[in-house]
C-alpha cells in the first residue's frame, strides 16, 4: 500500500488548554477532567472557520487539532514530527492560560519553540497583565525573550491576519487586541470533536453566550479583559452551536458567561432554548448568574423551563463590610434567603462560591459565618477560595503599585494557596481555615441537612449525594479544588516541573502505587459514609422536615437570624435597607 503524502500546501494547528502542576510539581491531568475548556471550544471553532474559508487561499489546506491538557497527554516532540511531516507549517497555541497555568503554558512553549515551531500564548494572565500593570512583568518577558508570541484580547476575527503572518515573515511578538473587542454576533460556534467533549465528565460541553460584566468586584479580571459592557451571541448563533453539537450527541452545556443575568440578550437565548426542548432537543444547562438575578421577571421561570438545572452564583461572603471591601455592592444580605429559594422554586440546584480571606476575616469569624449558612442559607454546594490577588484585577494592581509582597510563582495563583499577606493570619492560619471550611461545611450533620431539603424540594437526594462527595473527596484527598478534580488521576514519571528532580522508577512508582491506595482507600471510605448518612435520611417521613433555611421569607419576621444579627455590620445594613425601603416604599 502506497505510504500517505501530506498535501504540500499543508498548515496545521495545535491548540493547548494546558493544566498546571500540584504541589508536587507533577502535572495536574485526569483519565476524566471536570470542566469543559470553554476557550479551547472556541479557538477551535474560530479555526475550523478559517479552514471551511480557505483563508489562505484556495491552495493551502488548514487542520485544526485540539487537546486539553487536563485530561489528554502533551508531548511535545511527537506532536512536532506527526504535524511537520510532509514539510507542514505548524502553529501551536496555548489558549485560555489563566495565571496559575502560565508555567506550565511557558515550559511547554519553551519545548515547542526548541522543536522550531511557532507558538503563541494567550488567555487571561497575558491578557490580564498587558490590561492593568505599568510595566510588563517578568514572565511575560521571558516568553518574548525565547521567541514566544503573546496574544492579548479576543481571537474573533483575528486569526486570519496571524495565519497570514505565519505564512510570510513569521508571527509577531506581540499581537494586543485589548482596545478592540470584537461583536460576538454571527462569530463562529464554538464547538469540539466528540471524541475530546466524551474525554470530561458528563460529556459537557461549554460556550460563551456573551461576554462583559457590569459590575466592579476588586478580585475580579473579567471586567478588565472583556470589558464591563454586554457582548453577545444572538438566538440564533446559540441555536446554531446547539444543534451542532446534538448532532455529535452533546446535549450538556455549561454557559460560561460570568455572569448570564447580565446578558442583555438572556430572554431571546431562554426562548430559543425552550423552543428547542419542545423539538425533542432535552438540555442540561449549568449557568452562573448573580445574586439579583432572582429580581429579574421570568428570569428564573425561564432558566428552568430552558433546561438549567444548576445555578453558580458568588455569594463571596455574609458580612456586608468583606462585600464593600471587595466592591460588590450587587450582593445584598437581606436577598440571600429569597434568591435561593427562588432558584429552588424551579427545581435548579444551587453553587455558591464564598471567599476566605477578607480583611476582617479570623478563623473564628470563618467558623462564626459558616455555621450561620449551614442553619439559615439553603445553598446545596458551597464552593471555597481563598482571596487572591489574580493579575488582571484591581487587587493585583493596588499591591503591585504599593509595593506589597506577592508570591512570585504564577503556578501558586490557584485560589488554593495563600499569595500575600493577612492583616489578622498567618498564612498557615490562613490555609488552615481555608482546608477546615471544606470539612466543616461537608460535615455529617449538614451532608444529612441538605439531603432532607433535596427530597423536599423533590430532588433526588442519591444524586445530591454524590454531588456532595464530589466537592468534599478531591479537596480531602487529592488537596485540589473540585474545579480542578476529576476521576482517576494520572501521574508521570517524566512529566514534572523544570528544576524538580525526575525520581529514578523504582522510587517513583512504589510511591504512586501507595499514594494511589491511600487516596483512594480513603475516599472509598468517605463515600460509604455519605451513603450511611443517605440511608438515614431516606428512612424518615420524607414531608415533615423543615428548618430555619426553608422557611418562607418574612423580612419582619426574619430579622431575628443571625445573618442579620451576628455582626455590626449586618445589623448596620439591615437597619439602613429598612430606612430605604420606608422612604422609597419598596426594594
Known sequence: MAARTTPPNLVHILWIKPSHYDDDGYVIQWWRSSLPANSLATVYGIALDCAQRRVLGPEVEIRVRALDETNSRVDPARLVRELQAGGARVLVGLVGVQTNQYPRALDLARRFRALGVAVAIGGFHVSGCLAMLKERPVELQEALD??????????????????????????????????????????????????????????????????????????????????????????????????????QGITNFFITDDNFARNTQWEAIFDRLIALQGQGIVLQLVIQADTQSHRIPHFIEKAGKAGVTRIFMGMESINPDALKTAQKGQNKITDYRAMLQAWHGAGVLTYAGYILGFPNDTPETIRRDLAIIQRELPVDILEFFILT?????????????????????????????????????????????????????????????????????????????????????????????PLEGGLLRIKRRCERRPGLPIEHPAVFYPKLALEFVRKYAGAYLMLRRYRRIL?????????????????????????????????????????????????????
Open 535 to 587: 440511608a438515614q435520611v431516606l428512612a424518615e417521613p420524607a414531608d415533615t422536615y423543615t428548618d430555619a433555611a426553608m422557611a418562607p421569607v418574612d423580612e419582619a419576621g426574619d430579622e431575628h437570624l443571625a445573618l442579620f444579627t451576628a455582626t455590626a455590620a449586618a445589623r448596620e445594613f439591615v437597619q439602613k435597607r429598612r430606612l430605604r425601603k420606608a422612604v422609597l416604599g419598596g426594594a
Open 389 to 481: 490577588p489574580l493579575p488582571g484585577s484591581l487587587d493585583h494592581q493596588r499591591l503591585v503599585e504599593a509595593g506589597v509582597r506577592l508570591d512570585p510563582d504564577m503556578n501558586n495563583y490557584d485560589t488554593q494557596h495563600v499569595t500575600t499577606d493577612h492583616p489578622l493570619m498567618s498564612a498557615d492560619e490562613w490555609l488552615g481555615i481555608y482546608r477546615e471550611a471544606w470539612d466543616r461545611f461537608y460535615s455529617p450533620a449538614h451532608v444529612a441537612t441538605v439531603l432532607r431539603r433535596a427530597r423536599v424540594w423533590g430532588y433526588d437526594p442519591k444524586h445530591m449525594m454524590s454531588k456532595l462527595f464530589a466537592f468534599h473527596a478531591p479537596v480531602v484527598y487529592e488537596r485540589l479544588h
Open 146 to 247: 525565547g521567541g514566544i508570541t503573546l496574544f492579548a484580547g479576543e481571537l474573533e476575527g483575528r486569526l486570519e491576519g496571524m495565519l497570514q503572518d505565519l505564512m510570510g515573515a513569521g508571527l509577531k511578538p506581540l499581537y494586543n487586541y485589548l482596545l478592540d473587542l470584537p461583536d460576538m454576533t454571527g462569530t463562529p460556534t464554538p464547538i469540539l470533536p466528540a471524541d475530546r467533549v466524551r474525554l470530561t465528565m458528563g460529556r459537557r460541553a461549554s460556550f460563551d453566550a456573551g461576554r462583559g460584566c457590569p459590575y466592579q468586584c476588586s478580585f475580579c479580571t473579567i471586567i478588565n479583559v472583556q470589558g464591563r459592557k454586554s457582548r453577545h451571541r444572538d438566538a440564533d448563533d446559540v441555536e446554531r452551536l446547539v444543534r451542532a453539537n446534538w448532532a
